[in-house]
């Protein structure tokens, strides 16, 4: 159904199925607050419904669940298919990643009695939104003797939190004549995380003393941070938004509202007649590059290691099999915003409530850098969604000139594959705190499954 509002003539069983469906995803957000914590998540779910890692099984016959994962960033999941993996495999893919500080590796300092950690923005943020929110650090310090502990500050009962502060209204008068882009630099976002001095220290007697709570605590030593990755994300969990409860208020939606919906699709099918794909990227925010982003050969060599276990081990098989294939490329899009008409055309916007939202094309100025979809297989998903009553839209990223965007689609598109953007309309993309409806969530977990079937 195209570009018709949800809530309108659907059943109180489909009402209720929205808000449950709801529910389990704001308790998956609030617990995926980094990519290798969306990782864990979506790992324990494969578990519970049955999927093995791809190592511990000897054949791989129609119906057998299979999931590989990469370096704690990475995993890729599949149900074997009816008929032979060369003919195509229908993928879900979402990234995993979202806008964040990251601590430097040198990050811990003493400023005129305060200690602070320096921070470098990953992916592209709005810096001003950062400060003066309560912060939590998540991450992993990986020591020399090659043992990993995890690290978890600001989000459990009676944890303390951090934050940036920022210059007071009363004393801001130089500062509020700058641009947006400039009023908070990026070498303003460093955290605050302590201002007691260590008893008997006379140099840097703060920054001792946050060194002694994280060696007490962690048992690191100030070096470690050369080898941790800690990631500086807003405190709290997910929450209900809305009088009427019809939206999710959380960090992260980009993209693990479209990480879920596809994970929880192809969790919830059995026996397609085509091999069926989640898999979950990082470094998306970023360019998709290195070995954890979707530019990485790990998801092609996940494709090998299935036809070689099915006696198809060549590179001709490989690509056949890719260009067989069909993919969503599972990203959220820009949701209309009331009080920010003028940045989009209305006719080709996306808006909450009117369910999943397919972009032919993304990119920015004259399309650059965007996939842009085959109209034929636009066709094909236009049945498919019709077919089974799944509610969907299409939209541009804003007006021609005003901005623009790019998924990973481009580079699956580059196998030859069909792929076209598919995601959730987004209030406050790139946000520490971002607004997605629950109708769209849902509609986009059927729309996920449609696609895996069909």
Known sequence: ????????DISEDKKKAIFDFGKDY???????????????????????????????VKSFKPGAKVY????????????????????GIRILGAHIDSPRLDLKQNPLYESNGFALLDTHYYGGVKKYQWVTIPLALYGVVCKKDGSVVNVNIGDDEGDPIVGISDLLIHLSGDQMKKTG?????????????????????EKDAVKANVLKLLKDKYGMEEEDFLSAEIEVVPAGPARDYGLDRSMVAGYGHDDRVCGYTSLRAI??????????CCILVDKEEIGSVGATGAQSLFFENTIAYLLNANGEASLLSLRKT???????????????????????????????NKGIVFNKYTGRGGKGGSNDANPEYMAWIRKIMDEKGIYFQ???????????????????????????????SVLNMHAPMEIVAKADVYEAYLAYKTFLIG
């Open 1 to 8: 159904m195209y570009a018709k509002n949800i809530w309108k």
């Open 26 to 56: 704001i308790e998956y957000l609030t617990l995926s607050k980094t990519e290798r914590l969306a990782l864990d998540e979506a790992e324990k779910l494969a578990k519970k419904h049955g999927f093995v890692r791809a190592d511990e």
């Open 68 to 87: 590989f994962t990469n370096k704690s960033k990475n995993i890729a999941l599949y149900i074997i298919g009816k008929k032979p993996i060369t003919e």
């Open 181 to 201: 882009d400039s009023i908070i630099t990026g070498e303003n976002l460093d955290v605050t995380v302590g201002s007691i001095p260590l008893e008997g220290e």
């Open 267 to 276: 969790l919830d099918i059995d026996a397609p007649e085509y091999t069926s």
């Open 322 to 352: 890719l260009e067989n294939s069909r993919m969503l490329s599972s990203d959220v899009s820009a949701g209309f915003d009331p009080l920010f008409p003028e940045v989009n055309e209305s006719k080709n916007a996306a808006y909450l």
């Open 394 to 424: 299409t939209a541009e990223l804003g007006k021609v000139d005003q901005g623009g965007g790019g998924t990973i689609a481009y580079i699956l598109g580059n196998y030859n594959m069909n792929v076209i953007d598919a995601g959730i």
